[in-house]
């Protein structure tokens, strides 16, 4: 009987073995291409905000190397994939040159359709949050463009990607196609009425709460400043004046004077309530064309002046001017408000306006103070009005006003 050789059993182990040389040698690799100009055919294993790590072809399997991510200038993977890194401040005109070819058939090209009907191709070497660099011609620095510009960027890959119509301010929903140039960040003035409303406005002598005041002016200086997407910081100064006209405390102060003596030669005289809030808070910014609008919540303090009853008359045989004060004392207070924007131009606006405002006044007892031009005056008549400590307010104010836009903020 023949025996087989034993050329005929290393057969298939020298086709296996060329089978495998091949396929290390043929299957794609990716590349890395250096900024010292080298590159290199490699498996690449992983990437890092440090370093890249990779396999050179035909070596043991635990044999792994090593690159800082400042040495790369281009990363390509085997399956077409394309990843470009750059340092800080770094002049785009070099990079322009690196991935622009001679000629546009060496290479397939980005794709940028803009809001305003135009197309620009090229190849888009920095895709940022708000803005990306795109590089036309060859020898010429990248363009930068917003994308708030761009309606969708075709990749050369075929991935196609749509930018919302308010990307910059986050909700695509309100289209505001030709107005994405408008900036949401403003400051400015405005002035209207404040209505009170609530036991601020009550006029019941029965009532220890009742605020006894009345429509007034108000006048506010605010501002937005978008933080992310449609979420932005509002903040508002705001000083407000309400008449005040308590006719049960005039003719009770009239009665307690003129039982210690005191002869009035005038009624008392009432001032007006004075406040001032400073508040600040979230707010969202919604857009439609050249109309913005904002929704706000704040949070604050509020210094308030009670009305001061004055009398002027005659006390223990010299004239005199009587005044009666309530200290105050910052309190805690809450706004939520709404308001209507119209661009005029990019840097002007114009607002209309709606606040509630909400607090519990911090109020000290009355203080009697006596003022006379006789250096003898008499010292005060010791006729105390007893009156709650914690006051209610709440106010609803509108306002009109003008805004500048601060269009120099992304």
Request: net charge positive; aromatic share 12%.
């Amino acid at each position: 009987m023949c025996q087989p050789s034993k050329f005929q059993f290393k057969l298939p182990f020298l086709g296996c073995l060329i089978w495998l040389l091949a396929f290390n040698t043929l299957r794609p690799q990716d590349f890395i291409l250096l900024r010292s100009g080298d590159k290199l055919n490699v498996q690449i294993l992983g990437i890092t905000k440090e370093a890249i790590t990779f396999r050179h072809p035909n070596v043991p399997a635990d044999s792994i190397s090593a690159l800082p991510i400042v040495a790369l200038q281009q990363v390509k993977f085997a399956n077409g994939l394309e990843q470009y890194f750059f340092l800080p401040n770094e002049d785009r005109l070099k990079i322009t040159q690196v991935l622009l070819p001679k000629s546009t058939t060496e290479i397939s090209m980005d794709t940028l359709l803009l809001r305003d009907g135009r197309i620009e191709t090229g190849k888009v070497i920095d895709r940022r949050r708000f803005s990306l660099d795109i590089g036309t011609q060859l020898g010429k620095k990248a363009q930068t463009i917003r994308l708030s510009k761009i309606h969708c960027i075709r990749y050369a890959g075929g991935v196609k990607e749509i930018i919302w119509p308010l990307y910059t301010f986050g909700n695509p929903f309100f289209k505001s196609r030709g107005y994405d140039y408008l900036s949401p960040h403003y400051i400015g003035f405005q002035a209207g009425i404040n209505l009170p409303v609530g036991a601020f406005a009550e006029t019941d002598n029965q009532n220890p709460k009742s605020g006894f005041a009345t429509a007034g002016l108000s006048l506010s200086f605010s501002g937005f400043f978008r933080v992310y997407n449609g979420w932005g910081l509002y903040f508002s100064g705001q000083r407000s004046s309400n008449s005040y006209n308590n006719g049960g405390l005039r003719q009770k102060l009239s009665d307690e004077l003129e039982s210690v003596g005191f002869l009035a030669s005038s009624p008392v005289k009432q001032s007006e309530w004075l406040n001032h809030t400073l508040l600040l808070g979230p707010s969202y910014c919604l857009q439609r064309g050249r109309f913005m609008g904002n929704l706000n919540l704040a949070f604050g303090l509020i210094f308030s002046q009670a009305p001061v009853n004055q009398i002027n008359g005659i006390f223990q045989g010299i004239p005199v001017q009587l005044s009666f004060i309530r200290e105050s004392n910052p309190s805690p207070a809450v706004s939520a408000s709404m308001d209507i924007r119209y661009f005029f131009h990019r840097n002007l606006q114009g607002i209309a306006s709606m606040h509630f405002v909400g607090a519990e006044l911090n109020l000290g007892p009355i203080q009697e103070q006596v003022s006379s031009e006789n250096p003898m005056a008499p010292p005060p008549t010791g006729v105390l009005i007893p009156l709650n400590s914690k006051a209610p307010f709440s106010q609803l104010t509108f306002q009109l006003g003008l805004l500048l836009s601060l269009s120099f903020f992304p």
